[in-house]
């Protein structure tokens, strides 16, 4: 069967929040703003690496966006990162999420740090270049979405045998809590874990994907399960998707409304980007305004 595919429209300024330059907030007077705001610590630290190693950027295959590799792709620092990894993993833990799921390997430095912070597995969803040839197979799961950085359409898939390990984990000790049940219920609670939500289109294709991968893993438990003890009660499975968490989400998109309407979650997010100007550089934060680059 093909694969299922996630169109990702490149976003132009003229679709974008545009800054008026006349409202712009000076670099030089963001702890003044921060202190009269009400973000969280871990949200203010976020700011301050943002001004400090970000930019307005244009991407071949995305359209305007913004650079941040210096702050969660290419370098970690806790000056800026540890707090509000903090603050994602304790929303994590409020959720009783089981495993965390993440695309592609830019974001899988934060998405590693929430995992280990909130002592849950990770899973990455690595990416590949889509190929011609008929023979190749996928493993389930696996979707194809275009690339941000305008490299052509990419196949994002799950490592199973991974999954299972993960999955056997998580559901073995709800076996052994219900032994004396009539029924067994098992249930398994997955997040998404990103660098950034834009349109959300990725978002939605991981939880996708995330669903059939945990159907599937659970359905290779239970039959194992079955077959080793003979166990003649009805099994009932559930697999949700329930949180996800990102430094960084571009609000004027409206993704939250996306994943809300489509799985029923509001995301857990550092920073939600309200604007992006590229000249002069600048970007709209939510509780802070309009604030321009040094």
């Known amino acids: ?21 006349m409202n712009l907030v000076p670099c030089s007077d963001i702890e003044r703003a921060l202190a009269a705001s009400t973000l969280s610590d871990g949200a203010a630290d976020l700011v301050r690496g943002v001004l400090q190693l970000g930019r307005p950027a244009v991407f071949a295959g995305g359209g305007t ?12 620092n806790p000056l800026y990162l540890r707090r509000h990894v903090e603050e994602a993993a304790e929303h994590l833990r409020q959720q009783r999420v089981d495993v965390l799921i993440v695309p592609g390997m830019s974001g899988f430095p934060i998405g590693s740090m929430y995992a280990v912070v909130a002592n849950l597995p990770a899973l990455l969803l690595k990416k590949q270049h889509l190929t011609a040839r008929p023979d190749v197979e996928y493993p389930a799961g696996s979707f194809v979405i275009p690339s941000y950085t305008g490299d052509g359409d990419v196949v994002m898939s799950a490592d199973l045998v991974a999954v299972q390990d993960i999955v056997d984990r998580v559901l073995e000790p709800q076996v052994l809590a219900q032994r004396e049940e009539a029924e067994l ?3 398994l609670r997955l997040a998404g874990g990103d660098d950034i939500i834009d349109k959300a289109t990725m978002s939605e294709a991981v939880s996708d994907s995330g669903l059939l991968v945990g159907r599937t893993a659970m359905e290779s438990f239970v039959a194992r399960h079955r077959k080793a003890t003979a166990d003649p009660r009805r099994i009932g499975q559930r697999v949700d998707v329930v949180a996800w968490v990102t430094p960084l989400i571009k609000g004027y998109n409206r993704p939250q409304e996306h994943l809300q309407r489509l799985f029923g979650v509001t995301p857990f997010a550092g920073l939600n980007i309200t604007g992006i100007q590229l000249d002069p550089p600048a970007i709209g934060i939510e509780e802070l305004g309009l604030i321009a680059f040094p």
């Open 1 to 21: 069967m093909p694969l299922p595919r996630y169109e990702r429209q490149r976003e132009i300024l003229s679709n974008a929040h545009q800054i008026e330059t």
């Open 65 to 76: 966006g913004i650079e941040y590799g210096s702050l969660l792709k290419t370098a970690v």
């Open 185 to 187: 219920h098992l249930t």
